[in-house]
C-alpha cells in the first residue's frame, strides 16, 4: 500500500507543481483583476459537476462497488458491471452539457451573481464558460476508468492525467496572441486536456485489458448496490461543492480580485491536500474495500492507521509555514507582473486562515474510508453536513466583514466539525480502531510541528539576510526557508521516535 501512495503522491505532487508554475503565469499575465476572476469562475463551474458527478460521489460509489463485484464474482462480472455504469455515465454527461448550453445565463447567475452588474465581466465568463464546461465530459469518464485501474492495483496513469490540464494550459498561454486575451487562451486549453486525459485513460484501461464497452444497463443487484451507495455520496459531494461555489458566489459581491485572492490562496492550500490527502484516500479506498470484502477488518483497520499517521506527518511543515509564514509564501510564489504587493497581502491573509482546517481537510480522505469501503456512504454525507451547517453560518456572518478571509475561515471550522463527527461514529461502531502506534505517530507529529512553527520566521529572516543578491530574492530565500523547515521537520520527528515516542507508547500499551 505505502509504495502505490508514494507512487501517487509523486505524480500527483508533479500535477501540483506543474499546476503552481500554471497559476504563476495565469498571476503573471492576468494577475488579480477582471481576467483572472472571470477565468477562475469559467474553471470553477465544470470543477464542480465533475467533482459532484466524478471523482468525488462517483469514486465514492463506484471503487468499492467494482472491488466488492470483483473480489465475489471474478474479472468477467466485474467488466459487464463497469460497462453498464460507463453507458450511464456517458449519457448523464451528454444531458447535462446539453442543459448548460442550453441555459447557459442561468449557470453564470448561480455561480457569480456578482458579474451580472458588469458586461465586461459577463461578457468575459460567458465566453470561457462556454469554451471550458465541455471539459466535464471527458475528465467524467476518465475518471470512470481510473476507478477500474485504480480497484486492479494500477494507480501510475490516473495519478498523471492531471498533469496534462497544466501541460495544455501553459501551452495555449504561451500562444495567447492568437487568441483574443490570455483567458481564453486558457479555457482552451482546459478543453483540450480534457480529451487528452480521456485518451490516456482509455489507452490505459485497453493495455491492462479492463476497458470498459457499452452495454444496456439493467437493473441487477450490483447496479442496486452501486446507485444505493451514489445517492447519499452525490447530496455530500454536491452539498460540499456547494460550499465552495458559495466561496465564489459571496467573492463576486465582494471589490474586484476577490475571486482571484480567494483563488492564489487555494492553489497553495490545494498542495498538500493534493499530493497528501487525495494519494492517501487513492490508494486506501480500493485498499480497505478488498480487505473488508474479505471479512478482514483487523487488516482494514491497520491499513487506516498507518494511512492516517503517514499524511498527519507529512502534512505538519505545510501547516507551520501556512500559519506563520503566508504571506512571504505568496509573495515568493505569485508576485511578479500583474500582482502587486496588495494581492500578495490578501491572499496571504486567506492562506493563513485555510491553514487553520489543513489538518482535518487532509485526513478526512483516510477517515471516511471507513464508512465507504462497508458501501455506507450516508454517514460521511451526514457528517459533512453537520460541518456544511457551520461553515455555511460563518460564511454568512463574516464575508461582509472579513471578506476573503471570513470565507475561509468557515471552511477550516467546517472542516473540524466534519472530522471530529467522522472520529465519533467510526469509533463508535468499531469500523475506525486507533491503535497505540497511531496515538504515538500523532503525538511526534505535533510536537516536532509546533518547535517548527515557532521557528518559521526566525528561519526566513536569517535566510533572507544571507542571500546575497536581490534578483530572485524573494523566491530563493523562500525556497531555502522551505528546506531548512522540513529538513528541521524531519530530524525533530526521527529524535522523537527515538526517544518520546517510545515513552508515549509505553503509556498506551
Not at 277 to 284: D, K, N
Request: with cysteine; hydrophobic share 55%.
Amino acid at each position: 500500500m505505502f509504495r502505490n501512495f508514494f507512487s501517487v503522491g509523486a505524480l500527483t505532487a508533479l500535477s501540483r507543481l506543474t499546476g503552481f508554475i500554471r497559476d504563476m503565469l495565469i498571476g503573471a499575465i492576468m494577475g488579480a483583476g477582471v481576467l483572472a476572476d472571470a477565468y477562475f469562475i469559467a474553471l470553477r463551474l465544470p470543477n464542480t459537476f465533475r467533482t459532484i458527478f466524478g471523482e468525488g460521489a462517483f469514486t465514492a460509489a463506484y471503487v468499492p462497488s467494482y472491488s466488492r463485484v470483483l473480489a465475489q464474482q471474478g474479472g468477467e462480472k466485474a467488466r459487464l458491471f463497469a460497462s453498464q455504469i460507463f453507458t450511464l455515465l456517458l449519457i448523464s454527461q451528454l444531458v447535462l452539457v446539453g442543459l448548460f448550453y442550453l441555459f447557459t445565463p442561468f449557470f453564470i447567475g448561480l455561480i457569480a451573481p456578482g458579474f451580472e452588474a458588469d458586461p465586461v465581466k459577463y461578457g468575459h465568463v460567458a465566453a470561457m464558460t462556454r469554451i471550458t464546461f465541455p471539459y466535464l465530459a471527458f475528465v467524467t469518464l476518465a475518471i470512470l476508468h481510473t476507478g477500474t485501474l485504480n480497484a486492479h492495483g494500477f494507480f501510475a496513469a490516473g495519478a498523471f492525467a492531471s498533469v496534462l490540464l497544466n501541460i495544455f494550459v501553459v501551452g495555449f498561454l504561451g500562444l495567447a496572441f492568437l487568441f483574443p486575451n490570455a483567458g481564453i487562451a486558457a479555457s482552451w486549453g482546459v478543453l483540450a486536456s480534457g480529451a487528452a486525459q480521456l485518451l490516456l485513460m482509455v489507452g490505459e484501461a485497453w493495455r491492462r485489458g479492463v476497458l470498459e464497452r457499452f452495454a444496456i444497463p439493467r437493473g441487477n443487484a450490483d447496479v442496486k448496490f452501486f446507485f444505493a451507495a451514489l445517492g447519499p455520496a452525490i447530496i455530500g459531494s454536491a452539498g460540499q461543492q456547494i460550499a465552495i461555489l458559495l466561496d465564489s458566489v459571496l467573492a463576486s459581491l465582494l471589490p474586484t480580485g476577490s475571486v482571484s485572492t480567494l483563488n492564489y490562496a487555494e492553489r497553495l492550500y490545494q498542495l498538500p491536500l493534493g499530493v497528501i490527502g487525495v494519494a492517501a484516500g487513492t490508494v486506501l479506498l480500493p485498499e480497505m474495500s478488498r480487505r473488508v470484502a474479505k471479512g478482514d477488518d483487523a487488516g482494514a483497520a491497520r491499513a487506516q492507521n498507518r494511512s492516517i499517521a503517514l499524511t498527519l506527518a507529512l502534512t505538519a511543515p505545510f501547516l507551520a509555514m501556512f500559519l506563520t509564514i503566508p504571506e512571504d509564501i505568496i509573495r515568493a510564489a505569485f508576485q511578479r507582473g500583474a500582482f502587486d504587493v496588495d494581492a500578495a497581502e490578501r491572499s496571504g491573509r486567506v492562506l493563513a486562515a485555510y491553514g487553520l482546517g489543513l489538518l482535518p481537510m487532509v485526513a478526512i480522505r483516510s477517515l471516511v474510508a471507513s464508512f465507504q469501503s462497508r458501501g455506507d456512504t450516508r454517514t460521511p454525507m451526514l457528517c459533512f453536513f453537520a460541518g456544511l451547517g457551520v461553515n455555511l453560518t460563518l460564511k454568512f456572518m463574516l464575508y461582509k466583514t472579513s471578506g476573503t478571509t471570513g470565507l475561509a475561515f468557515a471552511t477550516a471550522a467546517g472542516a473540524w466539525v466534519n472530522f471530529g463527527s467522522l472520529i465519533v461514529l467510526g469509533m463508535s461502531w468499531k469500523w475506525m480502531q486507533p491503535d497505540a502506534k497511531l496515538m504515538e505517530n500523532i503525538s511526534i507529529t505535533l510536537f516536532s510541528c509546533g518547535a517548527l512553527a515557532l521557528a518559521g520566521p526566525v528561519i526566513l529572516q536569517h535566510v533572507s539576510a544571507l542571500v546575497p543578491f536581490a534578483l530572485l530574492h524573494k523566491e530563493v530565500a523562500m525556497v531555502v526557508t522551505a528546506g531548512v523547515i522540513f529538513a528541521g521537520y524531519a530530524g525533530l520527528f526521527v529524535l522523537g521516535a527515538l526517544t518520546f515516542g517510545r515513552s508515549v507508547s509505553g503509556q498506551l500499551r
